[in-house]
């Protein structure tokens, strides 16, 4: 039987499994320190009932209060899609180093599985890289486009005043160096509300390169002290190990730390598949080589809460979120010949702006960036192609001063 036969056949019996991937692999990361909800497809109400209510002297007139309040939030999953065609024989030799024919039907199955999970994998990570920076773009085309990331979220609040220094969730701190690491972090505890930092389950999300200048500052203020057994600090000094310091991939280049609680940090998906929209497709498409992997389910994030009792948020000066980028988002109807299109951005301290193209595999797209901010857009030729997609497309992404936007490219396929 032709392994790409297998491959069709058999890969609806380990749909559970695939589609369970991206979320299970994430939970022996990130999402250990968040709350995950499942059965969301859209928009969920979440947030929480809170009341000021408390015992007073006795008194014989009623003189009733009315403190009870509901703080209603959005947690939103978009609904992604995974698109990969692949020869199963190279895949097969380059995992396994053998024959294909040489394998009984038992290890067959095994193909199917191993494959597809790898796939699988490759989204979790993705996801988690994504998880605080991604900023949605309905024409993108990566998983940074596919959702607000918490950052993207606490920026839009902090615009909106919602997350500010009056309100006691947000603070700004002093540039982060390898002298003064701990000093900031335990000042970001300090300066949070009484009621976060007797919270249980309560963590502080850095990147990993603080959390490396964190260890180093540790050993050398407490290396010789009876409780610092090993290297590298799991909790922060001076809170009685109530606060775990949580140090993710996703967090590089992040504008922000937060100290929140494992409740507060909400990641939904339909893994229920209460939308009967998430599934997993393996089919030959109209190349006769090659195998289609298909795979699609919901994905987003939101913080329960932002009042200060359940958030902090804290902007390093070195990294402070103050630029923001102005400019073309979407580079559409571009013709099949080769050629290029200039496009000025803006950004709201005069910085100038890179530009990169973080497309996987899109070779037939440059960018480059001149005076002024012009970004060049260079493409080439886009012959007819019966397997290639119409239109063709790639994101490029613009930065300046820690911020950043995405550009769709795309570009149209000559006719026949």
Not at 49 to 67: F, L, Q
Request: aromatic share 8%; net charge negative.
């Amino acid at each position: 039987m032709q392994l790409s036969t297998i491959l069709v056949n058999s890969s609806a019996k380990f749909r559970k499994d695939i589609l369970a991937m991206p979320v299970a692999d994430l939970l022996n990361g990130a999402l250990q320190h968040m709350t995950l909800h499942k059965g969301v497809a859209g928009d969920e109400t979440v947030g929480a009932i809170g009341s000021g209510a408390e015992v007073r002297p006795y008194k014989t007139e009623k003189g009733a209060t009315d403190t009870g309040r509901i703080i209603a939030r959005t947690l939103t999953t978009y609904l992604g899609d995974v698109l990969e065609e692949f020869d199963p024989y190279i895949l097969f030799t380059t995992v396994y180093g053998e024959q294909f024919s040489d394998k009984t039907e038992r290890k067959e199955a095994d193909i199917v599985r191993d494959l597809c999970l790898a796939m699988a994998k490759s989204v979790s990570k993705k996801l988690g890289s994504a998880l605080f920076n991604a900023v949605r773009n309905a024409n993108g085309t990566t998983t940074a486009s596919l959702f607000n990331g918490f950052g993207t979220i606490a920026a839009a609040e902090i615009s909106a005043g919602n997350i500010a220094v009056a309100k006691g969730n947000y603070m700004t701190t002093a540039a982060i160096t390898a002298n003064n690491v701990g000093d900031v972090l335990k000042s970001i505890y300090d300066n949070a509300s009484e009621e976060l930092q007797d919270a249980s389950n309560l963590k502080l999300f850095i990147p990993k390169a603080v959390k490396n200048l964190y260890d180093d500052w540790f050993l050398a203020h407490f290396g010789a002290v009876s409780y610092n057994a090993a290297y590298g600090r799991k909790y922060l000094h001076g809170t009685d190990d109530k606060c775990e310091i949580v140090a993710l991939p996703g967090l590089k280049n992040s504008p922000y730390i937060y100290l929140s609680t494992k409740d507060n940090m909400l990641v939904g998906c339909d893994q229920l598949d209460a939308s009967g929209k998430e599934k997993v497709l393996v089919r030959v498409p109209d190349n006769p080589k090659v195998v289609q992997f298909f795979m699609c389910f919901f994905w987003g994030v939101q913080f329960q809460m932002i009042e200060k009792e359940y958030l902090m948020v804290a902007a390093p000066a070195s990294v402070s979120p103050s630029v923001t980028i102005t400019g073309d988002q979407l580079i559409d109807n571009l013709a099949a010949t080769a050629g290029s299109n200039v496009r000025t951005y803006s950004t709201s301290d005069g910085s100038a702006v890179t530009a990169e193209v973080v497309t996987e595999g899109a070779d037939w797209l440059s960018v480059a960036v001149a005076a002024g901010n012009k970004v060049t857009f260079t493409r080439t030729a886009y012959a007819h192609a019966e397997s290639g997609d119409n239109p063709r497309v790639a994101t490029v992404r613009i930065s300046a001063g820690g911020a950043h936007i995405d550009v769709v490219v795309k570009q149209a396929m000559a006719n026949a």
